[in-house]
C-alpha cells in the first residue's frame, strides 16, 4: 500500500529537511524512523519522496510525504511515537501507487512572519498584489539553471496580532524566492524602498537578487495535493516540546502556536 501523511516539524534543529550525510535533516529523521519500525528497508525502494525541500531553520506545518509499506496501520498508530519531539505526523491517506507529493502538488503555499512589523503595512499590500501572475522573479530568488519565471498564484500581506504575515502561494518556487520577497516587502514597508521599484525588478530583473530574509521567520504552510487527508493526533512528547519552546522569544512562541493547530 502507499501511505502518504501530512506533517509538521520546527526547523531550528535541522540542517535543512533533504538528507545530508553526518547532518540531522528533516528527512533523514523520518526515514530513520520508518526503518526502526519496519515500514520500509530502503527508503528508494519504497518510493519515500516528500513534497519539496525547505532551507536549514525554516519550518513546515503541512509538509507532505508518501512511501510504499506493509504496515500502513503500524504507521498511523505508532510513526508519531517514534518520531523526535519537533517532526509530528497531521493526516494520512492511502494513495495511489503513482502519487508522487512532489510531482502531484498543483500548489504550495508560504507564510513569512515579521517578528518587528514594518510601519507601512499597506505599502506592503500593494507590492505583494504586484507578485501575482506570471513574472521573472530572477530578482527574487536563486535560480541556477533554472527558468526563472514562475507563476503566484496568490500573494497578500495582513497583520496578525503583533506580527505582520506574507502569505504566497504558487504552482512552484525558486530556491530563497519566499524570503527573498519578504526582504523586498520588509524595505518597503519601512520606507527603505519605493515599491515602484519593487515591482519594476519583476520585467526589467536587475543584475543581482535581493538577500534572503532569515529562515526562521518562514513556514511552508501548504501543499495542495488533491488529497483528503483523515487526522491524527500529536503525541504527548511533541505537544510538551511545542509547549517549552513558548517560553522563547516572541517569533518562536507564534510559530510554535501555530505549528501545533493541526495537532
Keep these: 500500500m502507499k501511505l502518504a501523511l501530512r506533517f509538521s516539524y520546527l526547523g531550528d534543529r535541522f540542517f535543512g529537511s533533504q538528507m545530508q550525510p553526518g547532518l540531522r535533516t528533516v528527512e ?36 507532505v510525504c508518501a512511501f510504499r509499506t506493509v504496515q500502513p496501520d503500524r504507521a498511523r498508530r505508532v510513526l508519531n511515537l517514534m518520531l523526535p519531539p519537533d517532526i509530528w505526523c497531521t493526516g494520512w491517506a492511502a494513495v495511489p501507487d503513482a502519487f508522487h507529493p512532489r510531482h502531484d502538488a498543483v500548489a504550495r503555499t508560504y ?29 527574487f530568488a536563486r ?25 504566497v502561494t504558487a504552482e512552484s518556487f525558486l530556491w530563497n524566492m519566499v524570503r527573498c520577497m519578504a526582504t523586498a516587502l520588509d524595505r518597503v514597508g519601512r520606507g527603505a524602498v519605493d515599491g515602484e521599484d519593487i515591482v519594476r525588478l519583476l520585467e526589467e530583473p536587475a543584475g543581482h ?30 505537544r510538551k516540546y511545542l509547549a517549552s519552546l513558548r517560553r522563547h522569544h516572541a517569533l518562536m512562541e507564534r510559530v510554535s502556536t501555530l505549528l501545533g493547530e493541526l495537532g
Design 28 to 63: 533523514g529523521e523520518f526515514i530513520e524512523a520508518c526503518r526502526r519500525l519496519d515500514l520500509f528497508e530502503d527508503w528508494r525502494a519504497a518510493g519515500f519522496a516528500t513534497a519539496g525541500r525547505t532551507d536549514r531553520g525554516v519550518h513546515a506545518r503541512g509538509q
Design 209 to 238: 537578487r535581493l538577500p534572503a530574509a532569515p529562515p526562521d521567520g518562514l513556514i511552508l504552510w501548504h501543499v495542495e495535493c488533491g488529497i483528503e487527508f483523515d487526522p491524527l493526533p500529536m503525541d504527548e512528547k511533541s
Design 111 to 139: 507564510r513569512y512572519y515579521f517578528p518587528e512589523p514594518p510601519p507601512d503595512i499597506t505599502a506592503m499590500q500593494e507590492v505583494a498584489r504586484s507578485f501575482q501572475g506570471s513574472h521573472d522573479f530572477s530578482s
Design 143 to 167: 535560480t541556477g539553471d533554472r527558468c526563472p519565471r514562475r507563476t503566484v498564484l496568490d500573494a497578500r500581506v495582513f497583520e496578525e496580532g503583533r506580527f505582520a504575515v506574507f502569505e
